[in-house]
C-alpha cells in the first residue's frame, strides 16, 4: 500500500486528477506565492488549523486567515511537532493532529510516516513565517479533482 504525499509544491500539482490545497499570499491576487500539498495530506493536519482558528471551514472553496490568526496556527502546528515527536501509538497521533473521522481509517498509515507529518508541518511553518512578515493574509484555498 502507498504512502501519503506529504510533499509541498512550488506549482499546482503534476497530477490535475488529484484534488489540492493552495496555501497563497496575500487576498487572492493572481501571481502572488503559493504552495500546493495533496488534499489527503492536507486533511491530516486541518484540525490543527480548526482548533487555533475556528473560523476556518473544510466547506469554503477560500478560507482567508489573517496573519494574527496564523500566528496561533504555526504554534498549534509547533506544538503537533513536538508531540509527535514522543508519540507511541495512532491513537495519540490521531489525538494530537485532530484528525477528521474520514481519515481514522488511515491512522497506521499516518502513524508510520509520523516523520514526514512533522517534515510536511516544518515545512509549511517555515513557508508561513516567511511571507508573514510581509503579508496580513495567506489563503487557504482547496481545488477539486478534474477527473
Known amino acids: 500500500m502507498n504512502g501519503l504525499n506529504f510533499k509541498l509544491y512550488e506549482n499546482p500539482l503534476p497530477d490535475p486528477k488529484k484534488a489540492s490545497v493552495q496555501f497563497q499570499v496575500g487576498k487572492g491576487k493572481k501571481n502572488q506565492?503559493?504552495?500546493?500539498?495533496?488534499?489527503?495530506?492536507f486533511d491530516c493536519i486541518r484540525g490543527v488549523i480548526w482548533n487555533k482558528h475556528r473560523e476556518f471551514s473544510h466547506q469554503k472553496t477560500i478560507n482567508h486567515i489573517s496573519n494574527e490568526d496564523w500566528v496561533r496556527c504555526l504554534q498549534g502546528f509547533k506544538d503537533a511537532v513536538s508531540l509527535l515527536e514522543s508519540c507511541e501509538d495512532s491513537?495519540?497521533?490521531?489525538?494530537?493532529?485532530s484528525t477528521p473521522n474520514h481519515l481514522l481509517s488511515q491512522k497506521a498509515r499516518m502513524f508510520e510516516q509520523k516523520h514526514d507529518i512533522q517534515q510536511f508541518l516544518k515545512g509549511i511553518i517555515l513557508w508561513v513565517k516567511t511571507h508573514l512578515k510581509k503579508e496580513k493574509y495567506i489563503l487557504i484555498i482547496q481545488h477539486d479533482a478534474n477527473n
Open 33 to 41: 506565492p503559493s504552495i500546493y500539498v495533496e488534499m489527503t495530506a
Open 91 to 97: 491513537n495519540h497521533l490521531t489525538k494530537i493532529l
